[in-house]
């Protein structure tokens, strides 16, 4: 009974959205990837937000859900049935009578299924489209056949695209970087985000930026080039270089709709990462806490590591709190056992949390991390109560695991503010909490 309610209430709202992208005809902003797409989106809005009337997905909506809601400027409803008869109303009227309404939208566009993306396709057209990382081994993969299927899902939103619109790819990842020959044959251009060079967007000297000498890191710097034009910029309350790829993303998206650098730059000046994405915060006893609690994947918790390396102070320890990688499907213990061979070379310490995480302990094992050095648990909440016990000033503590492993009570139970949770944190709401 539920999933037909839902089947419903998204043809519903689906509908909706559509006539009233029909009727407001908005410039769309689309992104997608399997790495940063949230934080990207986040990005492109704080680059356009002075200059344009425009509207982000909310949190992470990208989905056959969330697409929908953000087009029609509602809230999810959950399992409330007066909420959602409130949405469809709410998205009549926008239909019906004339409204004001955002001149961009800047979309997430995610990909559980086959076919999410390219039934969607069929029916938006972006502006601009950007595809963040691709990894080898993306989250999801265990509903596709092949992490190939899962790309050419991905890849699928360029049918979006508008004739005259511009493509945007994080032009480092060769995976990503090579869906350029899917451009159409139109007058659609192309851009390039990344580190490398022969990128037409480029972040020059990325690195830790401090407040003080032998201090903890407090975010990253580096300076954006467009062409001739360069502007430095700092991110505070993010570690990892990577954390760096969405301010290069929104300069790109800037670029192809003409703007200046700087005054692009200066906007990105207020950006504020999200929750649960290489967030720092103090933790208790004078420790640092890197949450990067809102989803996993190998390429993912591989970058977070390299964070913790860059994060750790000398003589004093780095410790990883790691859960299960879900959606990994046949590759799932090879990613997660290789996981576990990078601990044994970064951390003094490595905490697991679920079934499939036991494979990134065994893992640490084999790359000769200290059986005494590696402690497994079945549920965050007692994980969390452990290292809160072991804990010493000066650790380096990274906390990451996919959803519903629930990493965050892991970071709750350490952050030196929990009363301040629930603006800190990822899943706070009422709905994420009664799960």
């Known amino acids: 009974m539920r999933t037909l309610f839902k089947n419903i209430i998204v043809a519903i709202i689906t509908l909706e959205a559509q006539a ?20 990207t989106k986040d990005a492109i809005f704080a680059a356009l937000q002075k200059s344009e009337h425009v509207r982000k997905s909310q949190k992470s909506f990208n989905s056959e859900v969330g697409i929908p809601l953000t087009i029609l400027g509602a809230p999810n409803g959950w399992n409330n049935p007066l909420r959602w008869l409130i949405t469809v109303l709410d998205g009549l009227y926008l239909i019906l009578f004339r409204a004001p309404y955002p001149e961009w939208l800047v979309l997430e566009v995610g990909a559980d299924r086959p076919g999410d993306i390219r ?122 270089t990577h954390a760096f790829l969405p301010a290069l993303a929104a300069a790109a998206v800037a670029s192809a709709l003409g703007k200046n650098l700087g005054e692009a730059v200066d906007s990105l000046r207020g950006y504020e990462p999200p929750p649960g994405r290489m967030h720092l915060m103090p933790g208790i006893k004078d420790t640092l806490v890197i949450d990067d609690t809102y989803n996993a994947s190998p390429a993912a918790a591989e970058a977070a590591l390299e964070a913790l390396k860059l994060a750790r102070r000398p003589r004093h320890r780095a410790i990883a709190a790691l ?3 879900l959606e990994l499907g046949r590759v799932s213990v090879q990613e997660h056992r290789k996981l576990g061979i990078r601990c044994a070379e970064i951390c003094d310490i490595l905490i697991t949390v679920g079934f499939r995480a036991r494979d990134i302990a065994q893992g640490a094992l084999e790359g000769g991390m200290d059986e005494s050095a590696i402690l497994q648990f079945e549920d965050s909440q007692a994980a969390g109560e452990a290292l809160q016990n072991l804990l010493k000033a000066g650790d380096a503590v990274l906390v990451k695991g996919s959803q519903s492993i629930r990493m965050e009570r892991i970071v709750k139970e350490i952050m030196a503010e929990p009363e301040r949770a629930a603006q800190l944190l990822v899943r706070q709401d009422e709905e994420w909490k009664k799960r």
């Open 323 to 325: 859960g299960d990688m």
């Open 119 to 240: 039934s969607l396709s069929r029916w938006l057209r972006a502006e601009v489209v950007v595809i963040t990382r691709l990894p080898e081994v993306p989250v999801h993969v265990e509903f596709f056949e092949s992490a190939e299927a899962v790309i050419e899902e991905k890849a699928s939103l360029i049918n979006a695209l508008v004739p005259n619109g511009t493509l945007i790819l994080f032009g480092d990842d060769k995976l990503t970087r090579s869906l350029e020959r899917r451009l159409p044959e139109t007058q659609a251009k192309l851009l390039t985000f990344g580190f490398n060079e022969n990128n037409d967007v480029r972040g020059l000297g990325a690195a830790a930026l401090y407040d003080a000498p032998d201090s903890w890191p407090v975010g990253m710097t580096a300076t954006i080039a467009a062409g001739d034009a360069q502007s430095k910029l700092d991110i505070r309350g993010v570690l990892g």
């Open 20 to 39: 009233v992208v029909h009727k407001y005809k908005p410039k769309i902003v689309a992104v997608t990837g399997s790495v940063g797409k949230t934080s």
